[in-house]
């Protein structure tokens, strides 16, 4: 807590923001209410500025308002963070919540220091960062749609050949040539099919999208780093680098762990230690991704030809670290294998090992991943 700082606690909705704010020397918030419009926020402002000449501090929870309202008290020249909210802490006997007593509580534990900031992207990283969030949504939707259909055909008994992949080209044309007993079954089968269609014209459009960001500035270079890992291509490696926006804000490996939800839980208390399943907090994306790229090294370490490819002309540093990624992760996966160990943990902890690696790739401090 520093002399002279107003705190201000902010619980903003949709409509209404309620405020409650702490002038230096005085123990009780002052509250206010006004709705969430761009001058009813400078009218608050402007009161507020007034009432002293020291430094305003403002926080509000993260949310569905994203960070306009932080982007707009910056640009009233007043100072924000917005903060985690599974990171407040909360007493265990209160049941009373209500949007003043939100407000209050998030002035006072940020004048006592007690919240933790989400690190905010700019306008730029922030429209990035959702592009590839869009692509993943229609992804979904291509997988529920599918399901959807072949759900259908199966109660139908309409089956294709047995031992043979589905969702390839030859399943397709298979389908598109399928035809129904009844018009009602035609008819669902034939919306599917376009449904389908349009979700893959969708995907492809957003692909193309998100390739051509990929090559450009300042996402070109860490993008081709991340692509010299094994199981990790352009679309991956762009979400890393869009959801995480800056690297070097995370102080070693174990913290990006930690924040990716990748550590063991623990309940040790009385000389007796406990550890469970991962946490699983922070992002789940950005985990799932991960996860996903770690199931890769249960493979003998190789060079493939489209690995070759994605590596040309990357820095040999980046390179050696990437194979040394391969021979660790896949001794790690064969020891714990060994071990009786399921393979779904298996992949969990090769993919925390992996992020070390990946943190040691884009962070310029760090000489070599953890142990």
Request: glycine share 8%; net charge positive; charged share 30%.
């Amino acid at each position: 807590m520093e002399e002279g700082i107003t705190y201000v606690g902010l619980d903003a909705h949709q409509e209404t923001i309620h405020a409650a704010v702490l002038v230096p020397g005085m123990e009780r918030a002052a509250e206010d209410a006004f709705s969430n419009t761009p001058e009813a926020i400078r009218r608050w402002a402007r009161r507020l500025v007034k009432q002293g000449p020291g430094a305003v501090q403002c926080c509000y929870e993260a949310g569905p308002l994203g960070y306009g309202l932080l982007r707009e008290l910056e640009v009233l020249g007043l100072a924000c963070i917005v903060v985690a909210p599974s990171l407040i802490p909360v007493r265990p006997g209160d049941r009373i919540k209500t949007d003043r007593r939100d407000a209050r509580k998030l002035a006072e534990l940020l004048r006592a220091g007690l919240l933790t900031a989400v690190h905010p992207p700019t306008p730029e990283q922030e429209a990035v960062r959702d592009l590839t969030r869009a692509r993943e949504a229609v992804k979904r939707d291509q997988v529920r749609l599918r399901h959807r259909l072949s759900k259908f055909l199966l109660r139908r008994a309409v089956r294709f050949t047995p031992g043979r992949k589905a969702w390839t080209q030859a399943h397709l044309e298979w389908l598109r040539g399928r035809r129904l007993e009844h018009a009602a079954d035609q008819a669902i089968l034939d919306d599917h099919l376009l449904g389908l269609e349009q979700i893959e014209g969708r995907l492809e459009a957003l692909d193309a999208k998100l390739e051509a960001i990929a090559q450009t500035a300042p996402y070109r270079e860490p993008v081709g780093w991340l692509r010299c890992f094994r199981g990790i291509d352009t679309l991956t490696a762009l979400a890393l680098v869009a959801e995480l926006h800056d690297w070097r804000r995370f102080e070693s490996p174990r913290a990006l762990m930690a924040y990716l939800g990748m550590v063991p839980s623990e309940s040790s208390s009385g000389g007796k230690e406990q550890r469970g399943s991962i946490t699983k907090a922070g992002n789940v994306r950005l985990r799932r991704l991960l996860v996903e790229a770690a199931w890769h090294y249960r493979h003998r370490p190789s060079v493939s030809y489209r690995l070759r490819i994605r590596r040309a002309g990357q820095p040999s540093r980046v390179i050696a670290i990437a194979d040394r990624a391969q021979q660790r992760l896949h001794a790690r996966y064969a020891r714990l294998q060994a071990r009786g160990k399921a393979h779904n943990k298996i992949v969990v902890a090769v993919g925390r090992e992996l992020v070390g690696f990946l943190w040691a790739t884009m962070d310029p401090r760090a000489a070599a991943p953890a142990r």
